[in-house]
């Protein structure tokens, strides 16, 4: 059965303290893994997208990273506007329409 | 504003009874998703639509839950005699492009709340 599973669950970090986030997944024929960011009350703004194990993207203070297990979400230096909860999601080879999400990491930096 | 827009943005009905929710995609957008996403939770996936064509259902719960896309635009998604476990928050999402469906871009969602 395909999986995705975040951790931790939460996170709270003191500003411009780095720190990083987990996303492990069990999927048969992996296409893409994406990595959201979510406000309350709002939908789950786009971040990136990984395609191929050793790929790296950056934006501003964040850098996901993937593996043939896993993808990081890395976050250097965070400000108090990076708190928020950080979704990932996995999209197969022969379902692309359809992502599949873990739970998140809900991230909270404090001044 | 050129997001994607849902109405009603709450909704509040009795139990027993129908809704519908609506999805606007971004201009021009091929692809369509509703996902359902409970609190604490990470969307979940329910159906799609490539122009006016359902792709994949197999998200949807059972047969009380309906979705159509009729002129390849806006979609509704109904839910016929709501029950109290269908309260949750319903997000629609679009993407451009038929081939590559990657980058999916939500909306803000109905809160539906059956009592």
């Known amino acids: 059965e395909d999986q995705v599973t975040q951790s931790p669950e939460a996170l709270r970090l003191q500003e411009g303290e780095s720190s990083s986030l987990n996303c492990s997944y069990t999927?048969?024929?992996?296409?893409?893994l994406f990595w959201y960011r979510q406000d309350p009350g709002k939908g789950p703004e786009f971040l990136f997208t990984l395609y191929s194990a050793g790929e790296e993207k950056e934006k501003e203070r964040l850098k996901a990273t993937l593996t043939k297990k896993e993808s990081f979400l890395h976050i250097t230096a965070p400000k108090p506007e990076d708190s928020a909860t950080y979704l990932c999601a996995v999209q197969k080879t022969d379902s692309w329409g359809k992502l599949q999400f873990g739970a998140g990491t809900q991230v909270v930096v404090t001044p | 504003g050129a997001g994607v827009s849902q109405s009603p943005r709450y909704k509040v009905t009795k139990r027993g009874q129908d809704v519908a929710l609506r999805c606007d995609p971004i201009s021009g957008h091929v692809s369509l998703y509703w996902y359902r996403q409970a609190l604490g939770q990470g969307p979940e996936f329910l159906t799609y639509?490539?122009?006016?064509?359902?792709?994949?259902k197999s998200g949807l719960p059972n047969d009380r839950f309906s979705a159509e896309r009729p002129e390849g635009s806006i979609s509704t998604l109904t839910i016929q005699r709501t029950e109290q476990r269908d309260s949750a928050m319903y997000r629609c999402?679009?993407?451009?492009?038929?081939?590559?469906?990657?980058?999916?871009?939500f909306g803000p969602g109905t809160r539906l709340t059956v009592l």
């Open positions: 999402a679009s993407s451009g492009t038929r081939r590559m469906h990657d980058t999916q871009y």
């Open positions: 639509f490539n122009y006016e064509a359902q792709q994949d």
């Open positions: 999927v048969s024929g992996l296409r893409g």
